[in-house]
């Protein structure tokens, strides 16, 4: 075994490291678009290692390993846009920004991913050798890795599936020949308002595939709550006067999104209460390996790490440079010079402390339940609510009346010191996947840690760029910089749009606290009915599902509904069948999870791409060529890509290969 991983000691080659940021740069921007669009990210580590695999095929003399270490560089796009995306655009959703600055957004970025990386490694060894940790998305890698090697593995459906995605997304946001999305409203007697809507998005479609049934379920319970229980009820006993259909509907959209809000920060705190226990037993366990002094091994040894001088050197160099970027960022009129360096110091050890607190919590339980599942705003909630209360608690203490200017600049420090420590949060609980990925097939956890720095590099200098563009052509919540703009089509950002919520309120009091109380009460329902026998139940999704506009929440529940019938249908036909044959399904099933990944990849992308023309053109509609008068034809072809898209899954799973 030794030889075997001396030969592959040399992995960090040009063409792994080319790929890796070329890898890097696509999963950064798809990652992006969709944090800002649905707020549900799922993991990119099967994504980036399939990629791997379907370019790696062209050349010769592949290795399981070099696919290891690019889907390891590659999936931190992913974990570096869970940490930014979800929370930096709280400060623009908040008026604090009025757009996405490069340079500062890139700082966040890198602090955030490069302490997670550094905090991750002494928790490797404590977290991938402890029995009760299944690493889900680990082991499936692992398996597909084995099945490169042995020259069984199919990549078409991907590659399939990217270009459906991408064309199909081009068809609907570029050139407006299938409706993105259709919605009917009708008033029945003098305001009551009903109706329903949908989405055709291959995205969003793909997205649902992957996420499952449950969930799926879980989103479109919200959305009828929302949209059909809670928008006739508002029209009645909220009645806007003189009514108006369109105005009012905007209106109830806005009642809305605090509905969502509330449900969403009750789903939250109710998760953390849940993993308090779970919380101590983690944190217990991954702080034993934190200054646990190394074994010296070679450095070629399947077990060998960045050394730890590197990371003693390392850490101090990344606390000053969040120093100096919490000097630059942190607004200085509040309090005195003194003061302001006490509290950017105090800041810095609050960072890193609370940083390593969540990288553990969070890589131990994306080894528990994977990355998609692990409940990290949840627990990121707590962290927001806590640097929020220290810092009110700060600026009452130190005399200061209560200017609502003052308020926002506060609100505002809670949000970057959160974009940091989500930064170390996320890229922990990304990475803890590779690092057992590499330790399942004998990589050498060194080689994963340099490609880590790399992607974690790569992404935070693509996606403030990404951000901004998309904000440039859709919006963002309720705020669109340009005149003109349909408000219909602006980025949902569902988990910023909690933060900027959640720390205004702390704050200056001015929220529709009637609407996030209406919100949090609808979940204690739904808590009650899990304690009552519906586990399958996924709280967050419920509240979601609330928040969502029904143009992001039905096709996303249309695709768990392909995955729930594919499903069914097979284990229809697995009654009484060999081992071999159930084998054989479950491959075939895992063919339209690569057509559900590669639909994601490819039409988030396109969606990045389209925004460039109509960024720099400042209109959405430069290559749009339906006339407006047939979108009726265009909603009709929506229909059609939909039961396309559902025909294309059941005919990818069910063919003989």
């Known amino acids: 075994m030794q030889n075997k991983h001396e030969t592959q000691s040399g992995m960090i080659s040009l063409r792994v490291i080319l790929l890796s940021i070329f890898l890097a740069i696509l999963l950064a921007a798809s990652s992006t678009y969709l944090a800002l669009k649905i707020g549900i990210l799922p993991s990119a580590s099967?994504?980036?290692?399939?990629?791997?695999?379907?370019i790696l095929r062209f050349l010769k003399k592949t290795s399981i390993y070099e696919i290891n270490l690019i889907q390891t560089a590659a999936s931190a796009g992913e974990a570096v846009a869970g940490g930014i995306v979800y929370t930096i655009p709280a400060l623009v959703?908040?008026?604090?920004?009025?757009?996405?600055?490069?340079?500062?957004?890139?700082?966040?970025?890198?602090?955030?991913?490069?302490?997670?990386?550094?905090?991750?490694?002494?928790?490797?060894?404590?977290?991938?050798?402890?029995?009760?940790?299944?690493?889900?998305?680990?082991?499936?890698?692992?398996?597909?890795?084995?099945?490169?090697?042995?020259?069984?593995?199919?990549?078409?459906?991907?590659?399939?599936?990217?270009?459906?995605?991408?064309?199909l997304e081009l068809a609907q946001t570029g050139f407006k020949v299938i409706a993105s999305a259709a919605e009917k409203w009708f008033v029945l007697g003098k305001s009551t308002i009903v109706g329903f809507g949908i989405g055709f998005s291959p995205a969003l479609i793909g997205v649902g595939y992957l996420i499952g049934f449950d969930v799926g379920l879980s989103l479109v319970l919200g959305a009828l709550l929302a949209w059909g229980v809670a928008l006739p009820l508002l029209s009645i006993f909220a009645a806007i006067k003189p009514f108006h259909l369109t105005a009012s509907l905007a209106a109830y959209r806005n009642h809305i999104h605090y509905l969502g809000l509330g449900a969403m920060l009750m789903a939250g705190l109710w998760t953390l209460i849940n993993l308090l226990k779970?919380?101590?037993?983690?944190?217990?366990?991954?702080?034993?390996?934190?200054?646990?002094?190394?074994?010296n091994e070679p450095i070629l040894s399947k077990e060998q790490d960045i050394p730890t001088a590197y990371l003693l050197l390392a850490l101090p160099v990344l606390m000053v440079c969040v120093y100096f970027l919490f000097h630059y960022l942190f607004p200085a009129h509040i309090f005195t010079n003194s003061a302001s360096l006490f509290i950017n110091l105090g800041a810095v050890f609050y960072v890193v402390g609370l940083g390593f607190i969540f990288a553990a919590i969070c890589g131990y339980f994306s080894g528990l339940v994977g990355v998609t599942a692990s409940p990290g705003s949840a627990i990121l909630i707590g962290g927001l609510?806590?640097?929020?209360l220290i810092l009110r608690a700060l600026f009452v203490l130190h005399g200061h009346a209560a200017v609502s200017g003052h308020w926002l600049s506060m609100a505002a420090m809670t949000i970057i010191i959160g974009g940091v420590v989500a930064g170390m949060a996320a890229i922990a609980n990304d990475t803890?996947?590779?690092?057992?990925?590499?330790?399942?097939?004998?990589?050498?956890?060194?080689?994963?840690?340099?490609m880590l720095v790399l992607g974690v590099i790569v992404a935070a200098l693509v996606i403030p760029y990404v951000m901004e563009l998309l904000f440039n052509v859709y919006g963002l919540t309720t705020v669109l910089p340009h005149a003109g703009m349909d408000p219909t089509q602006t980025l949902s950002a569902p988990p910023a749009a909690?933060?900027?919520?959640?720390?205004?309120?702390?704050?200056?009091?001015?929220?529709?606290?009637?609407?996030?109380?209406?919100?949090?009460?609808?979940?204690?329902?739904?808590?009650?009915?899990?304690?009552?026998?519906?586990?399958?139940?996924?709280?967050?999704?419920?509240?979601?599902?609330?928040?969502?506009?029904?143009s992001s929440s039905i096709p996303l529940f249309i695709?768990?509904?392909?995955?729930?019938f594919i499903r069914r249908n097979f284990?229809?036909?697995?009654?009484?069948?060999?081992?071999?044959?159930?084998?054989?399904?479950?491959?075939?099933?895992?063919?339209?999870?690569?057509?559900?990944?590669?639909?994601?990849?490819?039409?988030?992308?396109?969606?990045?791409?389209?925004?460039?023309?109509?960024?720099?053109?400042?209109?959405?509609?430069?290559?749009?060529?339906?006339?407006?008068?047939?979108?009726?034809?265009?909603?009709?072809?929506?229909?059609l890509s939909v039961v396309g898209l559902g025909f294309g899954f059941y005919k990818v799973s069910h063919s003989t290969k």
């Open 432 to 450: 803890i996947q590779d690092l057992k990925v590499g330790h399942l097939i004998g990589a050498a956890p060194w080689q994963q840690q340099l």
């Open 46 to 54: 099967i994504p980036a290692a399939i990629l791997a695999m379907a």
């Open 559 to 564: 695709g768990s509904l392909f995955a729930f």
């Open 571 to 639: 284990q229809q036909r697995l009654k009484g069948g060999s081992e071999e044959q159930k084998a054989k399904i479950e491959q075939y099933q895992h063919y339209a999870v690569l057509l559900a990944c590669g639909l994601v990849a490819g039409s988030a992308l396109m969606d990045v791409l389209l925004a460039i023309p109509m960024s720099l053109t400042s209109n959405p509609e430069i290559l749009a060529i339906m006339p407006a008068r047939w979108n009726s034809l265009a909603v009709a072809l929506g229909f």
């Open 93 to 167: 959703i908040m008026g604090y920004w009025h757009h996405f600055p490069y340079l500062e957004n890139v700082a966040i970025a890198l602090c955030g991913g490069l302490l997670g990386i550094l905090f991750s490694i002494p928790l490797r060894k404590i977290l991938i050798n402890t029995p009760q940790l299944y690493f889900p998305e680990a082991k499936a890698i692992a398996e597909v890795l084995q099945l490169v090697q042995k020259n069984v593995f199919h990549i078409r459906e991907i590659i399939m599936g990217t270009g459906l995605g991408g064309l």
């Open 278 to 295: 779970p919380f101590y037993q983690s944190f217990k366990l991954s702080t034993q390996g934190l200054f646990k002094p190394s074994i």
């Open 385 to 388: 609510l806590l640097t929020a």
């Open 498 to 550: 909690m933060m900027a919520g959640l720390t205004q309120g702390i704050f200056n009091h001015d929220l529709p606290w009637s609407m996030l109380g209406i919100g949090a009460l609808m979940m204690v329902v739904f808590i009650a009915l899990q304690w009552l026998g519906l586990k399958k139940l996924s709280l967050l999704g419920v509240a979601m599902g609330v928040y969502l506009p029904l």
